[in-house]
């Protein structure tokens, strides 16, 4: 069983489209966030949630906005798309804010 | 601020020879330390992490002692496989539950 799942895996969208991301954890965690990777593979937190509520919020424009509906589940979607937002989205989950995180696979957005 | 500084890469061995990949932080506090490791087209996993001063990490292999007097985590292994290859994070976590990762090192092991 997939611990931490996303969807779609792969994401290729036009410019100015509105397009959302899926995650998903079956592990009962607390945490959940979401990372971004770009080319270079660096990685920058976006997102925290704990208990569906925003605990980080980093430095990123307002057209991203995370929605959890429950525990289990931490959505992203992303307005008015732009070609500097095409990277790779990992979604992450943690058993307390201050435990170590499990990543899902990623979905790698390609902005055209 | 956190700040997490790692060996830049890349980084190409052959096969059964020893790895250290650097790492140094910036905190306040006592965070914990974590290496991570990303396989090509998969997500970052958990490698081994330590949550005190001169705790050591260890897993399949891999070593990492949290040295709070060089405020250091080097990741470490006695003879690297070509399974080995992949990207490895370093990363800190503060008490406040915030995050910050290394740039990351690409490891090369070639047979």
């Known amino acids: 069983d997939t611990a931490v799942s996303q969807t779609p895996k792969y994401l290729v969208t036009q410019m100015g489209n509105d397009k959302s991301i899926k995650c998903e954890q079956n592990?009962?965690?607390?945490?959940m966030y979401w990372y971004k990777q770009d080319s270079k593979k660096f990685l920058k937190i976006m997102f925290s949630?704990?208990?569906?509520?925003?605990?980080i919020n980093e430095t990123v424009p307002n057209r991203f906005s995370p929605k959890s509906p429950d525990k289990a589940h931490l959505n992203l979607h992303i307005n008015s798309l732009e070609l500097g937002d095409s990277a790779v989205y990992f979604c992450?989950?943690?058993?307390?804010?201050?435990?170590?995180?499990?990543f899902g696979q990623g979905t790698r957005l390609t902005v055209v | 601020g956190n700040s997490v500084t790692q060996m830049e890469g890349p980084v190409t061995l052959s096969e059964e020879a020893f790895l250290t990949i650097n790492c140094t932080y910036t905190?306040?506090?006592?965070?914990?330390l974590f290496w991570y490791v990303q396989y090509p087209g998969e997500g970052l996993q958990l490698l081994l992490k330590?949550?005190?001063?001169?705790d050591k990490g260890s897993n399949k292999g891999f070593e990492a002692t949290y040295r709070k007097e060089t405020t250091s985590f080097h990741l470490e292994k006695g003879s690297v496989q070509v399974s080995d290859s992949a990207v490895y994070f370093c990363?800190?976590?503060?008490?406040?539950?915030?995050?910050?990762f290394g740039d990351g090192t690409t490891l090369t092991v070639k047979p």
């Open positions: 992450a989950s943690s058993g307390t804010f201050d435990a170590e995180a499990f």
């Open positions: 592990l009962g965690h607390d945490t």
């Open positions: 949630y704990n208990n569906k509520e925003l605990i």
């Open positions: 905190a306040t506090g006592y965070p914990s």
């Open positions: 330590a949550t005190k001063a001169d």
């Open positions: 990363a800190l976590l503060t008490n406040a539950g915030k995050s910050t």
